[in-house]
């Protein structure tokens, strides 16, 4: 009997003049910018740039105007595209009594929080979480009481289920320590490796952007250049952003 075949992810985004409008003006200004699947994308740019609300606009989470089409491996529109999204922070009231548990376990199951997950939710909670490189000793914990690098294990895997056609990450280690930092990237860049996702990953770290990404972008308000990470990297944009020109 043949051993069932691994999810592949053939997802490509293509996004097109996609504006964004604010009663105090412009945020984005017509973004054309495509992401291939398999690329990891690092969008990087100075603070309010508006990196932020480009993936806001992709997770359907503010209004613009454009188009953003999403294409499988065949050229064909993908109607109904599963993106999953970890964000910088997690707002949340850190005395709650719910556990990752219950986080996970609530995402694949119509029953209340309060209820408990059934064993099948948990033992797929638990999966999700060795994937992620995280222990099933997680479930119980409470959210409040989890670590920079453990939560960010327990958001990646709440991301991952259902497995996304489209993987976004707002700064995602912004709250990481530094060997989490490294653990995590890895782990991005293998299921990137599994299932052949595109990732737009947003960054302030120009040495994650040149060691994990595949390609890159500068965002100010609208595309400045897009490139290999070594060409981004050495554009005058760059150099101007992040004053590296007087280093």
């Given at each position: 009997?043949?051993?069932?075949?691994?999810?592949?992810c053939?997802c490509?985004?293509?996004?097109?003049g996609?504006?964004?409008?604010?009663?105090?003006?412009?945020?984005l200004?017509h973004?054309?910018?495509?992401?291939?699947?398999?690329?990891?994308?690092?969008?990087?740019?100075?603070?309010?740039?508006?990196?932020?609300?480009?993936?806001?606009?992709?997770?359907?989470?503010?209004a613009?105007?454009?188009?953003?089409?999403?294409?499988n491996?065949?050229?064909?529109?993908?109607?109904?595209?599963?993106?999953?999204?970890?964000?910088?922070?997690?707002d949340?009231?850190?005395?709650?009594?719910?556990?990752?548990g219950?986080?996970?376990?609530?995402?694949?199951?119509r029953r209340?929080?309060w209820?408990?997950?059934?064993r099948?939710?948990k033992?797929?909670?638990?999966?999700?979480?060795?994937?992620?490189?995280?222990?099933?000793?997680?479930?119980s914990?409470?959210?409040?009481?989890?670590s920079?690098?453990?939560?960010?294990?327990v958001?990646l895997?709440?991301?991952?289920?259902?497995?996304?056609?489209l993987?976004?990450?707002?700064?995602?280690?912004?709250?990481?320590d530094?060997?989490?930092?490294?653990?995590?990237?890895?782990?991005?860049t293998?299921?990137?490796?599994e299932?052949?996702?595109?990732?737009?990953l947003?960054?302030?770290?120009?040495?994650?952007?040149?060691?994990?990404?595949?390609?890159a972008a500068?965002?100010?308000?609208?595309?400045?250049?897009?490139?290999?990470?070594?060409?981004?990297l050495?554009?005058?944009?760059?150099?101007?952003?992040f004053?590296?020109?007087?280093?």
């Amino acid at each position: 009997m043949e051993a069932s075949a691994k999810p592949v992810c053939h997802c490509s985004v293509e996004i097109r003049g996609l504006t964004v409008k604010k009663h105090d003006g412009v945020i984005l200004d017509h973004i054309d910018l495509d992401v291939h699947h398999g690329e990891i994308l690092a969008l990087i740019g100075r603070n309010g740039a508006g990196k932020t609300t480009l993936l806001k606009a992709l997770l359907g989470r503010c209004a613009y105007t454009g188009q953003v089409c999403y294409r499988n491996g065949q050229g064909q529109t993908v109607e109904k595209p599963r993106i999953g999204y970890v964000p910088q922070r997690l707002d949340f009231d850190r005395s709650a009594p719910i556990t990752a548990g219950d986080l996970l376990c609530a995402n694949s199951s119509r029953r209340p929080v309060w209820l408990g997950g059934s064993r099948q939710a948990k033992e797929k909670a638990a999966a999700m979480l060795q994937k992620v490189g995280g222990s099933a000793d997680l479930l119980s914990k409470r959210l409040g009481t989890l670590s920079g690098g453990e939560l960010q294990r327990v958001l990646l895997a709440f991301a991952l289920d259902p497995m996304p056609d489209l993987l976004l990450l707002d700064e995602p280690v912004s709250a990481v320590d530094r060997k989490g930092i490294g653990l995590f990237y890895d782990l991005v860049t293998s299921l990137r490796s599994e299932y052949h996702m595109p990732i737009i990953l947003v960054s302030h770290d120009l040495s994650h952007v040149r060691r994990y990404a595949t390609v890159a972008a500068v965002l100010e308000k609208t595309i400045l250049c897009r490139g290999t990470p070594e060409e981004v990297l050495a554009s005058p944009e760059v150099q101007e952003i992040f004053g590296l020109g007087d280093a």
